[in-house]
């Protein structure tokens, strides 16, 4: 799958099922993550003058996204979402 424009696919990544003190969440707990690894990404946001501006991000870093954006979007077993671009908070190192 190719996103178009300025969107980016993202691989949600799991979410803890555990606090850092070991204490297991009940499934009425958890809550989605905001967190996932970039799959794919478009070719970047056409200017008014027709240019296009290349994305910032890449195929393979890990990012932590606008928790209320984007279309969530179920492949194959697999939960993904698709941001644009301004969406995506940080990369993570």
């Known amino acids: 799958m190719k996103p178009l424009f300025d969107k980016v696919m993202i ?39 027709g240019q296009i501006l290349p994305m910032s991000v890449a195929v393979g870093q890990l990012v932590l996204f606008n928790k209320f954006a984007g279309t969530e979007a179920t492949i194959h077993g697999v939960e993904y979402i698709i941001v644009s671009e301004k969406d995506i908070l940080a990369i993570i190192e």
């Open 11 to 49: 691989e949600l990544k799991e979410v803890e099922k555990t606090t850092l003190s070991g204490l297991v969440l009940p499934d009425s707990d958890k809550k989605k993550s905001n967190q996932g690894r970039i799959i794919a990404v478009g070719p970047g946001r056409t200017l008014d003058n």
